[in-house]
């Protein structure tokens, strides 16, 4: 099969699209023909390496995937062959405590398809658990489904689960041209919040107006902390839905409203984040930390999808030869919502 792999950790230019050895699936596993894989931040990171981690090479990235099963090992009793699917990317014992009460994201041995050890859907076929299977209702196109997983997955678990948005809140999205960025800002309006877009350019607020949002800020050129408090009244923010981290801690928790909350998943802008306690205790606010979600959760999604209450959203396509384009396109930021490869 053809695939996308790199042999050693670099820039974009380790990035093969050459022939690497057709997968077999196990007797719990299905084996898919993939129609579609969309780009996470994930991918850059594990191409250019990171520190303390050990990936083996070479390595097939892509965690976000939508396939056609042409193959189930023996054990697989609810996945046929020619179904259409999307992938839930995370992978767990199915065993522990965390996994029977439903959290499976908390698994101690929780692992990403596509992720640090095995390997993912950058390319034409790939095996998944059958467990991590969710059928696609026929709304939803390939390219769509492929979309769908890690951005919605993780949006859920920040805004719903963690930061139990609730109708007229004010949520805060930062990075609202982004793929987690343009789901959260359909979630929370889903739940009846007034939702404040932050992004760096004019057509990214326009968009994710179009999205859904109410306000808007742009980062480059308003000072985030006045504008939260000139749309908030200055009471701030209910909710800040955060996954830039750096320096934007510190406008962003003095302007939380009184029991507001700031969830975070990521720290593209720096893993360090200043906090000054005294708001946190004096204003009774609470920081979570959010790592994905659960398959529960994505079955949820998938039917808000299906009823037309969610949608995908895709910045554009390209062939799967051209993944280097891509992270190319996730590293300017050049994006709204996902690049999806077809292979």
Not at 116 to 128: P, W
Not at 259 to 280: K, M, P
């Amino acid at each position: 099969m053809k695939a996308v792999r790199f042999h050693e950790h670099g820039g974009r230019e380790v990035l093969r699209y050459e022939d690497a050895p057709d997968p077999t699936p196990r007797p719990t596993e299905v084996l898919l023909r993939v129609k579609a894989v969309a780009l996470n931040h994930l991918d850059v990171w594990l191409r250019k390496g990171l520190p303390g981690m050990t990936i083996p090479l070479p390595k097939i990235g892509g965690c976000d995937i939508a396939g056609e099963a042409v193959a189930v090992g023996p054990l697989c009793a609810r996945i046929t062959v020619g179904q259409r699917v999307l992938v839930s990317p995370g992978v767990s014992c199915g065993q522990c405590a965390a996994c029977l009460r439903g959290e499976d994201n908390l698994c101690r041995g929780f692992q990403i398809v596509g992720g640090y050890t095995s390997d993912g859907g950058c390319a034409e076929r790939v095996c998944v658990p059958e467990v991590n299977c969710v059928p696609v209702p026929d709304s939803l196109d390939d390219r769509g489904a492929a979309a769908v997983p890690v951005a919605f997955v993780t949006a859920w678990n920040m805004l719903v689960r963690q930061a139990h948005v609730a109708a007229d809140e004010d949520v805060l999205v930062m990075g609202a041209g982004s793929g987690v960025g343009t789901a959260a800002v359909q979630i929370a309006k889903l739940f009846g919040a007034r939702v404040i877009a932050v992004a760096g350019t004019e057509e990214k607020l326009a968009k994710a107006r179009a999205l859904g949002a109410d306000e808007g800020i742009n980062s480059t050129r308003q000072d985030l902390g006045q504008e939260i408090r000139r749309l908030t009244g200055k009471r701030g923010a209910d909710v800040v839905f955060e996954h830039v981290g750096g320096a934007a801690w510190q406008k962003l928790i003095p302007n939380l409203a009184p029991g507001g909350r700031l969830v975070t998943c990521g720290a593209s802008a720096g893993y360090e984040g200043r906090v000054d306690i005294r708001y946190l205790f004096s204003k009774s606010i609470s920081i979570l930390g959010a790592f994905l979600g659960t398959k529960s959760d994505l079955l949820k999604i998938v039917g808000h999808l299906a009823c037309g209450r969610l949608r995908p959203v895709i910045d554009r396509t390209l062939p799967l030869a051209e993944c280097a384009e891509g992270h190319r396109l996730l590293e300017d930021r050049a994006v709204f919502g996902k690049v999806v490869l077809l292979p």
